[in-house]
């Protein structure tokens, strides 16, 4: 996601993705993470685009039983324009029956040879994965062309207004350094490092204590 200043994009609103837009929202992310350097050392380079959009149609479909988990922006008409996947307090982690069910899905988005660093991506991070209850950003992506625009940063703000209304934190994970920039204009922080294993990329943990009232009224 650029950090470049543009001016915002008008015309759409914020609101829960619909089930029958779950392969637009895939192809969206899809493309949104076209340079990811993680998604780039997972996924082969062959048929990578495709490959991604099965991913995170999967990972919707992980989101989906919690009430909000995917969440887009979108005009009047249809059209999605950035696209992020919530999971609430205590709700983060996929239960050890979907995960096992799920095993031939990643195996199709990642392909054989991907999926033992896959695996390795999945552990490490949820070893670094905070036990505080929050709400956990594992995906968020603007359509190509739209980043800087401002979209990304309304379709987040309206779910942090949200933690900061119930006092709740939020976390991610940067798997791309020159998006950091970005999350810390919304009030995230880097908290550390996670440094994948056998000379994979580095992910910036980061973190958002809910904003008081002062500190919202003063910004």
Same mark, same amino acid.
């Given at each position: 996601?650029?950090?470049?200043?543009?001016?915002?994009?008008?015309?759409?609103?914020?609101?829960?993705? /619909?089930?029958?837009?779950?392969?637009?929202?895939?192809?969206?992310?899809?493309?949104?993470?076209? @340079? @990811?350097?993680?998604?780039?050392?997972?996924?082969?380079?062959?048929? /990578?685009?495709?490959?991604?959009?099965?991913?995170?149609?999967?990972? +919707? &479909?992980?989101?989906?039983?919690?009430?909000?988990?995917?969440?887009?922006?979108?005009?009047?008409?249809?059209?999605?324009?950035?696209?992020?996947?919530?999971?609430?307090?205590?709700?983060?982690?996929? #239960?050890?029956? &979907?995960?096992?069910?799920?095993?031939?899905?990643?195996?199709?988005?990642?392909?054989? &040879?991907?999926?033992?660093?896959?695996?390795?991506?999945?552990?490490?991070?949820?070893?670094?994965?905070?036990?505080?209850?929050?709400?956990?950003?594992?995906?968020?992506?603007? @359509? +190509?062309?739209?980043?800087?625009?401002?979209?990304?940063?309304?379709?987040?703000? +309206? +779910?942090?207004?949200?933690?900061?209304?119930?006092?709740?934190?939020?976390?991610?994970? #940067?798997?791309?350094?020159?998006?950091?920039?970005?999350?810390?204009?919304?009030?995230? &922080?880097?908290?550390?490092?996670?440094?994948?294993?056998?000379?994979?990329?580095?992910?910036?943990?980061?973190?958002?204590?809910?904003?008081?009232? @002062?500190? /919202? #009224?003063?910004?």
């Amino acid at each position: 996601m650029s950090t470049r200043p543009a001016a915002p994009l008008a015309g759409y609103g914020i609101r829960a993705a /619909r089930p029958s837009e779950a392969g637009a929202v895939a192809a969206l992310l899809a493309r949104a993470f076209a @340079d @990811d350097p993680v998604m780039a050392w997972m996924i082969p380079a062959a048929d /990578r685009e495709r490959r991604t959009a099965r991913y995170f149609r999967l990972s +919707q &479909r992980q989101q989906r039983p919690r009430h909000g988990g995917v969440r887009v922006a979108a005009t009047a008409d249809g059209r999605l324009l950035a696209a992020a996947l919530w999971s609430g307090p205590g709700c983060w982690k996929t #239960s050890g029956v &979907r995960e096992l069910a799920a095993l031939p899905f990643y195996a199709r988005a990642f392909g054989l &040879r991907g999926m033992p660093r896959a695996g390795k991506v999945q552990n490490a991070m949820h070893e670094a994965h905070p036990d505080t209850p929050h709400w956990y950003l594992p995906s968020v992506g603007t @359509d +190509q062309g739209l980043q800087g625009m401002g979209v990304g940063s309304a379709l987040l703000r +309206q +779910q942090l207004a949200r933690c900061d209304r119930f006092g709740q934190p939020a976390y991610l994970e #940067s798997s791309n350094i020159t998006n950091v920039p970005f999350y810390e204009g919304l009030g995230f &922080r880097v908290t550390g490092e996670i440094r994948l294993p056998g000379g994979g990329p580095t992910l910036w943990p980061m973190w958002r204590d809910a904003a008081h009232a @002062d500190d /919202r #009224s003063a910004g």
